[in-house]
Structures are given as structure tokens and as C-alpha cells.
């Protein structure tokens, strides 16, 4: 008798476990993804303006701050909100590097969707679009050449003359290969299991697979301008960016993705 009782408690606390985690890791509808880097001045306040509008569009949702390399105290602003909100999660990475930090936030989403959003966005209501666009896509690109591009003319041309290689280079012929994007969670993990690469690159190795696996790919409009001083359009990091930008189109190109 003392044995039976002990088996179904043991089965019983089992199952009880099993319950626990699916109820934990399962059943979120979205998942966004948010890389940071030394983003303390405005990461607060960003934060709450997205929490308070995500929780209008669904109730299962989690969000994904990636800190990555930050030298101020945005780890700790972000370990605060996560002690503050049971739907945030928070990873730290060593590396400043914005692709490393969107494939990561990717791998371990739990959402039925994700989108990898910036902390320093001004058009929430891109969220919405994407979202709904998402549920008959598998892939949703928010164009700033669909919207509207207020940033500095020198962060406009580097994105035009970037769409233009792209195009030559793999034939993709999105309006806009950079940015925010929107995903089929599932599908895109099974993209990306393979992908290294930096600064902003990740979106155009998605894309490139994407593309060889036949996947549904749509685009809705962005709004976006500047809050504060783009790290990646600064004069000096140019010859930088257009360098290791060149080397990953080869890459892709040679491996005929």
C-alpha cells in the first residue's frame, strides 16, 4: 500500500511539473524582441510605452530585452523592469553586436510570433500592422520606404544604396531589407541555426533563406526618425559597414542561399 502511495504521488508531482512548464514556455501568441546597448537615458521610459501598448494587442505576450555590450547601467534598468514585469525576460551577452543579439532573442522566443523591435522606435503602431500582416505571411517587413524616413540624409542614402547591392547581388526586391521585421516564429528558428554574422546583416541572411525556401514574405509601412544619434551612420564607421557588408553578399551569394 505505502508503495502504491508513494507511485502516485511521485506521478502526480510529475505531472504537476509537466503542467508548470508547459503553462511556462507554451502558449504565447507574440514575442518581441528588443536589442539594447547602452540605452540607460531612455530604455524606462521606452519600455513602458511599449508595455502599455502590446497589452492592448494580446495578453500572451513576452517580451525580450537583449542586452549586449552595454558600457552604462542599461543591465541593471532592465534587470529592475524585470523585476517589475513577469512577461519580461532578459538575456546579456558580452559582444556589442546587433545581429549576434537578434539571433539570440530569436533562438529562445516562445512566441507563436515574433518581431524584433528597437527601443528607440516612435511609430508603435507599426506593432499592430505587423502583427495582423503576420498571421498570413511568414515573414513582414517594416519598410521605412513604405512610410516615412525622417532620419539624417546620410542614414537615407546608406539605406538606399544598401537596398540597391542587395538587389544586384541576390535579387531580393523588398522595399527595404533593413529595420524591424516580423516572423513565424517557428520557421524562422529553423532559418537561422546557421547564421553568424554581424552589425546589421541578419535580416539580409534571413531574407536569403527565405528566399530559397519559398517563404511568404510581406512588407508594411514604417515611420521612423531619429530620438537620438544613430550608432551605426556615424562618418567614421561607414568604410566599416560597407566593408563587412561586402564580405557577407559574397558569402551569401557563394553559398547560393
Same mark, same amino acid.
Given at each position: 500500500?505505502?508503495?502504491?502511495?508513494?507511485?502516485?504521488?511521485?506521478?502526480?508531482?510529475?505531472?504537476?511539473?509537466?503542467?508548470?512548464?508547459?503553462?511556462?514556455?507554451? &502558449?504565447? $501568441?507574440?514575442?518581441?524582441? #528588443?536589442?539594447?546597448?547602452? /540605452?540607460?537615458?531612455?530604455?524606462?521610459?521606452?519600455a513602458l510605452r511599449l508595455?502599455?501598448?502590446?497589452?492592448?494587442? $494580446?495578453?500572451?505576450?513576452?517580451?525580450?530585452?537583449?542586452?549586449?555590450?552595454? +558600457?552604462?547601467? +542599461?543591465?541593471?534598468?532592465?534587470?529592475?523592469?524585470?523585476?517589475?514585469?513577469?512577461?519580461?525576460?532578459?538575456?546579456?551577452?558580452?559582444?556589442?553586436?546587433?545581429? $549576434?543579439?537578434?539571433?539570440?532573442?530569436?533562438?529562445?522566443?516562445?512566441?507563436?510570433?515574433?518581431?524584433?523591435? &528597437?527601443?528607440?522606435?516612435?511609430?508603435? /503602431?507599426?506593432?499592430?500592422?505587423?502583427?495582423?500582416?503576420?498571421?498570413?505571411?511568414?515573414?513582414?517587413?517594416?519598410?521605412?520606404?513604405?512610410?516615412?524616413?525622417?532620419?539624417?540624409?546620410?542614414?537615407?542614402?546608406?539605406?538606399?544604396?544598401?537596398?540597391? #547591392?542587395?538587389?544586384?547581388?541576390? &535579387?531580393?526586391?523588398?522595399?527595404? #531589407?533593413?529595420?524591424?521585421? &516580423?516572423?513565424? +516564429?517557428?520557421?524562422?528558428?529553423?532559418l537561422i541555426s546557421d547564421?553568424?554574422?554581424?552589425?546589421?546583416?541578419?535580416?539580409?541572411?534571413?531574407?536569403?533563406?527565405?528566399?530559397?525556401?519559398?517563404?511568404?514574405?510581406? /512588407? #508594411?509601412?514604417?515611420?521612423?526618425?531619429?530620438?537620438?544619434?544613430? *550608432?551605426?551612420? *556615424?562618418?567614421?564607421?561607414?568604410?566599416?559597414?560597407?566593408?563587412?557588408?561586402?564580405?557577407?553578399?559574397?558569402?551569401?551569394? +557563394?553559398?547560393?542561399?
Amino acid at each position: 500500500m505505502d508503495v502504491a502511495r508513494i507511485f502516485i504521488y511521485k506521478s502526480v508531482k510529475a505531472l504537476t511539473k509537466c503542467a508548470e512548464y508547459v503553462a511556462e514556455n507554451e &502558449g504565447y $501568441t507574440l514575442s518581441i524582441i #528588443v536589442p539594447i546597448h547602452n /540605452e540607460e537615458k531612455i530604455l524606462e521610459r521606452q519600455a513602458l510605452r511599449l508595455i502599455d501598448y502590446i497589452q492592448n494587442m $494580446t495578453e500572451r505576450f513576452e517580451i525580450l530585452f537583449v542586452e549586449n555590450g552595454s +558600457t552604462d547601467k +542599461t543591465f541593471q534598468v532592465a534587470r529592475e523592469l524585470q523585476k517589475r514585469f513577469s512577461f519580461i525576460r532578459l538575456i546579456r551577452l558580452n559582444q556589442a553586436d546587433y545581429s $549576434t543579439a537578434v539571433i539570440e532573442g530569436l533562438k529562445r522566443a516562445r512566441g507563436e510570433y515574433s518581431i524584433v523591435f &528597437g527601443i528607440d522606435f516612435v511609430d508603435l /503602431e507599426v506593432l499592430k500592422r505587423c502583427f495582423h500582416k503576420l498571421k498570413y505571411s511568414d515573414i513582414v517587413i517594416c519598410s521605412k520606404n513604405l512610410g516615412f524616413d525622417g532620419r539624417p540624409f546620410l542614414n537615407r542614402l546608406a539605406n538606399r544604396i544598401y537596398n540597391i #547591392v542587395t538587389r544586384i547581388f541576390l &535579387g531580393l526586391r523588398h522595399s527595404d #531589407v533593413e529595420g524591424y521585421h &516580423g516572423y513565424n +516564429t517557428k520557421k524562422v528558428q529553423a532559418l537561422i541555426s546557421d547564421v553568424k554574422t554581424r552589425a546589421h546583416l541578419c535580416n539580409v541572411w534571413i531574407l536569403a533563406k527565405a528566399r530559397k525556401m519559398r517563404l511568404k514574405v510581406s /512588407e #508594411v509601412p514604417l515611420e521612423v526618425y531619429e530620438i537620438r544619434k544613430s *550608432r551605426f551612420m *556615424r562618418f567614421a564607421r561607414l568604410p566599416y559597414l560597407a566593408v563587412i557588408s561586402l564580405i557577407e553578399l559574397i558569402k551569401i551569394k +557563394t553559398k547560393r542561399l
